[in-house]
């Protein structure tokens, strides 16, 4: 896709995020477009920031240091959603704003000792795998509560809600419910830990946004729609 596509291509996603919310008669601003700037290069990170766009999520971590250094001047919010390696944490406590893919106490624990004291704390998302697929990380909802305490009482790191990927469902109705279960979890962990914190549901990508928003997402994650299709190097 041609660079000069993607001011065009945020019009119309924002325009998306809009018209979705407006279905479900939720406030446009309680939805935040994380750009998933995976494989692209800087140069399109610097054309969706001069539209507007400041949150950006990657997946490598190594090509995230290296965009994050060409693009020092940005006022950027770097969020980190890939899976995660201990001999990464460092790097990532370090050098993002946000991380969406905690699976594991002992990640958490290496991200909360190494987060910088001269930052703010780093916000967390855990992973849940909705639909107990092997070929994705994360735990399962019955999982949830314990590695939930465990993770809320770490110094340096704030839990801050919930993040998926689910399975594609074969229409919108039953994609939206599969959403609503990460919700309802989220709404129960709130309850049992009084921590108003946990305002998060990281959910919806480039094909299933709308049925997201509709079960509440606060963080829809886009990649193709912004840049079009993924470079393969």
């Known amino acids: ?41 800087a ?11 400041r949150a950006f999520g990657e997946n ?7 965009k994050k250094e060409e693009l020092s001047d940005l006022d950027i919010q770097w969020h980190f959603i890939g899976p995660i390696q201990s001999n990464k944490t460092r790097a990532i406590s370090e050098n993002f704003d ?4 905690v699976d594991r106490l002992k990640i958490a624990r290496r991200l909360s000792e ?11 998302c855990l992973q849940i795998n909705l639909d107990n697929e092997d070929s994705k990380s994360g ?8 590695l939930a305490q465990q993770v809320q009482e770490l110094p340096g790191v704030t839990l801050r809600g919930l993040m998926a990927i689910p399975a594609k469902r074969e229409n919108p109705e039953e994609q939206q419910q599969v959403f609503a279960k990460l919700c309802d979890a989220l709404d129960a962990l709130r309850r049992q830990t009084n921590n108003t914190s946990l305002d998060t549901l990281s959910m919806g990508m480039s ?6 928003i509709a079960a509440g997402a ?12 993924r470079n393969h190097g």
């Open 1 to 41: 896709m041609s660079d000069s596509l993607i001011p065009n291509n945020l019009v119309s996603t924002r325009q998306r995020i809009d018209d979705a919310c407006a279905q479900v008669e939720r406030d446009t601003h309680t939805v935040l477009l994380l750009a998933v700037s995976k494989t692209r290069p």
């Open 218 to 229: 606060t963080i829809v994650r886009i990649g193709t729609d912004i840049f079009g299709a």
């Open 207 to 212: 094909g299933d946004m709308e049925a997201a």
């Open 60 to 66: 490598y971590l190594q090509e995230a240091l290296d």
């Open 43 to 53: 140069s399109d990170l610097r054309i969706a920031y001069e539209q507007g766009q």
């Open 98 to 101: 946000w991380v969406h893919s």
């Open 114 to 124: 190494q987060r910088p004291s001269a930052l703010p704390p780093l916000n967390l």
């Open 139 to 146: 735990i399962s909802l019955e999982e949830l509560p314990e």
